[in-house]
C-alpha cells in the first residue's frame, strides 16, 4: 500500500526479483493508496490536531485499500508491516520469521505519518530499516521485499545460495576472490588456489571471525553464545 506504486516496477522487473515473479515463487501486487480514498479531489492527507508541522495520511484510504486487498486476495490473517523509523529494527531473522507468511500487507507512509487509528485497527508490525529518516516507507517496503524473497526456496539457484553468507551465524562474510589470480600486484591468497577443502574452509572461518570481531562486537558475542 503506497502513494507512490511506481517505485516498485522497475525494481521488481530486474534480475532475481523479475525471475521469482515469472517462475511464480513470489506474487507482488501494488496498490495505490490514493485510487481509494472517498474525497472527490482525491485527497489522502490533513493537518494534524493538536498542531504541529507537517500533513498526516487520513485514515479512510489506507482502510479502504486494506479491506480491498484482504477481501480481493482471500487473506485469512495477514502480517500487516508500517514501515516507520519507530518500529523495531529490522533484522535477518525478522525477514526469516516474515517469509514463512503466506501473505504480507507492508504499508508504505509518508508525509509527516498515518494517523493512529488506522494503525491501532490494520498493523500487526511495525518495523525500522535502521537509525535515520526517510521520506517514505518505499525504499524499506522493497527492502523487505528483497530480503524475504530471497529465503523463499527456489528463489535462489544453487550458486546463488544463502547458506554461507553474512549473518548466517552471526558471522560477516569472509573475503571473496576471482580472476585473475594477481591484480595490480596484489595476489589471491594461496590457501583459495591450494585446492585443500578443509584448509580453505579454516580460512574462510577464521577470516569470518577477524572480520566480525573487528567490526561488529556486538555480533561477534552473538556469534559465540550460539
Ligand atoms: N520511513 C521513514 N524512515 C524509515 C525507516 N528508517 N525505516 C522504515 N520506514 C521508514
Given at each position: 500500500m503506497t502513494l507512490f506504486p511506481e517505485i516498485f516496477n522497475s525494481y521488481m522487473s530486474e534480475s532475481i526479483m523479475k525471475r521469482a515473479i515469472e517462475k511464480e515463487l513470489i506474487e507482488v501486487h501494488v496498490y495505490n493508496i490514493?485510487?481509494?480514498?472517498?474525497n472527490k479531489h482525491k485527497k489522502v492527507d490533513d493537518y494534524p490536531f493538536g498542531g504541529g508541522a507537517g500533513m498526516l495520511m487520513t485514515p479512510q484510504p489506507i482502510y479502504d485499500t486494506y479491506k480491498y486487498i484482504v477481501e480481493t486476495h482471500n487473506i485469512e490473517s495477514p502480517r500487516v508491516v508500517y514501515l516507520t523509523p519507530k518500529g523495531q529494527v529490522y533484522k535477518q531473522e525478522i525477514a526469516s520469521d516474515l517469509s514463512l507468511s503466506e501473505d504480507i500487507i507492508l504499508l508504505c507512509g509518508h508525509y509527516e505519518?498515518?494517523?493512529?487509528r488506522v494503525i491501532d485497527l490494520i498493523v500487526t508490525d511495525e518495523v525500522s530499516i535502521g537509525d535515520y529518516v526517510l521520506t517514505g516507507g518505499e525504499l524499506p517496503a522493497l527492502i523487505m521485499i528483497d530480503s524475504i524473497s530471497?529465503?523463499?526456496?527456489?528463489?535462489?539457484?544453487q550458486n546463488e545460495?544463502?547458506?554461507?553468507?553474512?549473518?548466517?551465524?552471526?558471522l560477516l562474510e569472509y573475503p571473496h576472490y576471482t580472476r585473475p589470480r594477481e591484480f595490480m600486484g596484489i595476489s589471491v591468497p594461496d590457501v583459495l588456489l591450494s585446492g585443500n577443502h578443509q584448509k580453505i574452509e579454516k580460512w574462510r572461518l577464521e577470516e569470518s571471525i577477524k572480520i566480525t570481531k573487528e567490526r561488529r562486537p556486538d555480533l561477534y558475542k552473538k556469534s559465540c553464545k550460539k
Open positions: 490514493r485510487d481509494f480514498s472517498a505519518g498515518i494517523d493512529q530471497r529465503l523463499i526456496p527456489g528463489v535462489l539457484s545460495s544463502f547458506e554461507e553468507e553474512s549473518f548466517k551465524d552471526n
